[in-house]
């Protein structure tokens, strides 16, 4: 019964903070930065090749934002046909993992 309790106590903070809910590893984004540093750039810096555009610096961004923006190109609340399909194909996961990533370079 009280484990039962815990258990949706945990639930309903999980719901609450969904950008808390899966724990970012910044290690796991260096197999999936492939799919990024084309446009964003090595180390989260701006470029772009091979027609310049500027791409938004990734970078010591906050992992919240970082993963509320790829959630908002998912969800088409964003619209930027190249974003929105690279993070369509992203899990949770993924974004965490790359939040992680890209918060940390400097
Ligand atoms: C084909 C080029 C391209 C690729 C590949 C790409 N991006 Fe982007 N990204 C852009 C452009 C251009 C923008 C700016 C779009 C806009 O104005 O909304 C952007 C915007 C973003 C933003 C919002 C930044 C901000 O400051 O608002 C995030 C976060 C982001 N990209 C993450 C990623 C991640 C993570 C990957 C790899 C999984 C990725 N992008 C792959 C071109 C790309």
Redesign the pocket.
């Given at each position: 019964m009280q484990g039962r309790y815990l258990g949706c106590a945990l639930a309903l903070a999980v719901a609450v903070l969904p950008a808390r809910a899966v724990e970012g590893d910044a290690e796991a984004a260096k197999g999936?930065?492939s799919?990024?540093i084309?446009?964003?750039g090595i180390d989260g810096y701006r470029t772009?090749f091979p027609e310049v555009?500027?791409?938004?610096?990734?970078g010591g961004?906050y992992p919240e934002?970082?993963i509320a923006?790829?959630q908002a190109?998912k969800a088409g609340e964003?619209?930027?046909p190249?974003?929105q399909g690279?993070?369509g194909g992203?899990s949770e996961q993924?974004?965490a993992d790359?939040a992680a990533y890209?918060s940390a370079a400097r």
């Amino acid at each position: 019964m009280q484990g039962r309790y815990l258990g949706c106590a945990l639930a309903l903070a999980v719901a609450v903070l969904p950008a808390r809910a899966v724990e970012g590893d910044a290690e796991a984004a260096k197999g999936k930065i492939s799919m990024c540093i084309g446009c964003h750039g090595i180390d989260g810096y701006r470029t772009s090749f091979p027609e310049v555009y500027p791409v938004p610096k990734l970078g010591g961004q906050y992992p919240e934002y970082i993963i509320a923006a790829l959630q908002a190109y998912k969800a088409g609340e964003r619209s930027h046909p190249t974003m929105q399909g690279v993070a369509g194909g992203l899990s949770e996961q993924d974004m965490a993992d790359l939040a992680a990533y890209y918060s940390a370079a400097r």
